[in-house]
């Protein structure tokens, strides 16, 4: 992660980091998803664990993940997907996003173990606390690993330096708002304060919906996490012609957000 946050810095470029809820409609289907979002530009894939109950994404990830979990999505599977994209040559970074419990009951150690094997390459686990967070992360370090800290629009600056100091990789700065419209003057100054804060690049997930929102985001962090509406955009196309549509949609909308991720 570090290599890879240093060179988008020498390019004026913010990472785009793309969240994909993996097994909906099916593992086959996500992994083309990932295939052709890495051609497209994208930076980084958020493998999205799905979970019964989802705090965070609003409703649009909760039906993805309902989906995925009907169609026998489990964590096996996407460790088993990750590898198989890493034998087609895609150098691009996994995060594992999940809830603690689909980690728990697989077993910490074990899925640690398979992840690294499998070519992941950190975890984000969005339910564990920082003050619980040092023995996933101790874990995680075992096997060359990076834990993902998540920090929230509520995070004072200092307990964003407190969080940042408990990962590695990056940090992930979230907002509550599932999707927004626009960018106000004073979200862009805060993204400021907490990249300040931090000790780890910042990567910002505030529910934007356009090219030009991420655009804006990507002046002021480091990196730029495009969750539902990436999510949305693929779903719709689904819906409305299939997977080859899907797919092509889905890589038209990567590289015009990869395109957003330059500075200058």
Same mark, same amino acid.
């Given at each position: 992660?570090?290599?890879?946050?240093? #060179?988008?810095?020498?390019?004026?470029?913010?990472?785009?980091?793309?969240?994909?809820?993996?097994?909906?409609?099916?593992?086959?289907?996500?992994? /083309?998803?990932?295939?052709?979002?890495?051609?497209?530009?994208?930076?980084?894939?958020?493998?999205?664990?799905?979970?019964?109950?989802?705090?965070?994404?609003?409703?649009?990830?909760?039906?993805?993940?309902?989906?995925?979990?009907?169609?026998?999505?489990?964590?096996?599977?996407?460790?088993?997907?990750?590898?198989?994209?890493?034998? /087609?040559?895609?150098?691009?970074?996994?995060?594992?996003?999940?809830?603690?419990?689909?980690?728990? =009951?697989?077993?910490?150690?074990?899925?640690? =173990?398979?992840? %690294?094997?499998?070519?992941?390459?950190?975890?984000?686990?969005?339910?564990?606390?920082?003050?619980?967070?040092?023995?996933?992360?101790?874990?995680?370090? /075992?096997?060359?690993?990076?834990?993902?800290?998540?920090?929230?629009?509520?995070?004072?600056?200092?307990?964003?330096?407190?969080?940042?100091?408990?990962?590695?990789?990056?940090?992930?700065?979230?907002?509550?708002?599932?999707?927004?419209?626009?960018?106000?003057?004073?979200?862009?100054?805060?993204?400021? /304060?907490?990249?300040?804060?931090?000790?780890?690049?910042?990567?910002?997930?505030?529910?934007?919906?356009?090219?030009?929102?991420?655009?804006?985001?990507?002046?002021?962090?480091?990196?730029?996490?495009?969750? #539902?509406?990436?999510?949305?955009?693929?779903?719709?196309?689904?819906?409305?012609?299939?997977?080859?549509?899907?797919?092509?949609? %889905?890589?038209?909308?990567?590289?015009?957000?990869?395109?957003?991720?330059?500075?200058?």
């Amino acid at each position: 992660m570090k290599n890879l946050f240093e #060179n988008l810095k020498k390019r004026n470029r913010a990472a785009l980091i793309l969240y994909v809820s993996c097994g909906d409609p099916s593992i086959e289907f996500s992994e /083309k998803l990932i295939e052709r979002a890495c051609e497209a530009g994208a930076d980084i894939i958020e493998l999205g664990v799905p979970f019964s109950d989802p705090m965070t994404g609003g409703k649009t990830i909760q039906a993805s993940s309902a989906k995925a979990i009907a169609n026998g999505c489990t964590l096996r599977k996407i460790i088993d997907m990750a590898s198989r994209l890493r034998a /087609k040559g895609i150098e691009q970074k996994f995060v594992v996003f999940s809830y603690y419990n689909p980690i728990f =009951k697989y077993g910490v150690e074990r899925a640690a =173990k398979e992840c %690294a094997e499998a070519g992941i390459n950190s975890w984000q686990i969005v339910d564990v606390p920082m003050e619980e967070s040092v023995e996933v992360s101790s874990v995680l370090n /075992k096997y060359g690993m990076d834990f993902i800290p998540l920090a929230t629009t509520t995070s004072s600056p200092e307990r964003v330096h407190e969080i940042s100091e408990c990962g590695s990789g990056f940090i992930y700065y979230a907002d509550a708002t599932d999707s927004r419209d626009s960018l106000p003057e004073s979200v862009l100054k805060q993204m400021q /304060k907490m990249r300040e804060a931090s000790v780890l690049p910042v990567g910002a997930g505030f529910g934007f919906s356009s090219e030009s929102m991420a655009n804006q985001a990507a002046k002021c962090a480091d990196a730029v996490v495009v969750v #539902n509406k990436f999510v949305e955009v693929v779903n719709n196309a689904l819906e409305a012609n299939g997977e080859d549509f899907a797919l092509d949609t %889905a890589s038209e909308f990567v590289k015009k957000y990869s395109l957003a991720m330059q500075r200058d």
